[in-house]
């Protein structure tokens, strides 16, 4: 007589619960975003406000170089297609290949930083000048500070992708997707302060 196999109450609970309790973690992550966003938007608002309304010292000189900032924004560009490479082998399961990716799009996120040091020691204002300028400093350090928790992160996940002993692979790639989804929002945000700060 052939013995059916029984399905036990706590499987059938564990399956039963992970219907009930989809994963969120990207839609949690994407929230927090959108909220960060909206952050930004206030620095946005407030540069563009105190630059309209508060009239620069006689002689002073606000012109903006473009050669750091274009430089910058080439940066972080290519690194959002380096990140997106490191997505697409982590998913094809090439490790080595998403491990040099990363290294990479790091590597990119600390050179914006080292070039945006560069342009803080060569501008024509000081922070403390008026508040069209300690608003400059405010919008691009608190960014320049995105980009260093992202570059943190990127570091955090190639690590956690090493052989063998790494808790992301192909089958768990959710840490390097939450990762390289902030990091496309900061990439996103530098661009629409490139055009705030240096065009308009």
Not at 119 to 144: M, V
Not at 169 to 198: K, R
Request: proline residues 5%; glycine residues 6%; aromatic residues 14%.
């Amino acid at each position: 007589m052939t013995t059916l196999p029984i399905e036990t109450d706590e499987h059938h609970s564990d399956h039963h619960h992970d219907e009930e309790h989809p994963d969120h973690r990207l839609f949690g992550l994407a929230t927090f975003l959108v909220a960060d966003g909206m952050t930004f938007a206030g620095f946005f608002a407030a540069y563009l406000t105190f630059k309209a309304v508060n009239p620069l010292p006689t002689g002073a000189v606000y012109e903006l170089e473009l050669p750091l900032p274009i430089l910058n924004t080439v940066l972080l560009l290519v690194s959002s297609a380096t990140f997106h490479q490191a997505g697409k082998a982590l998913h094809q399961n090439a490790t080595n290949r998403c491990r040099n990716w990363l290294l990479i799009t790091a590597a990119l996120g600390l050179a914006f930083l080292v070039s945006q040091m560069v342009e803080y020691f060569t501008l024509p204002f000081g922070l403390t000048d008026n508040l069209f300028a300690s608003t400059f400093y405010a919008a691009t350090g608190f960014h320049g500070l995105h980009v260093t928790l992202g570059a943190l992160m990127i570091l955090i996940v190639w690590w956690q992708t090493r052989p063998q002993s790494g808790r992301v692979t192909h089958n768990n790639p959710f840490p390097l997707e939450a990762a390289e989804l902030y990091w496309h929002f900061v990439d996103g945000i530098w661009v629409i302060l490139f055009v705030i700060l240096y065009l308009i």
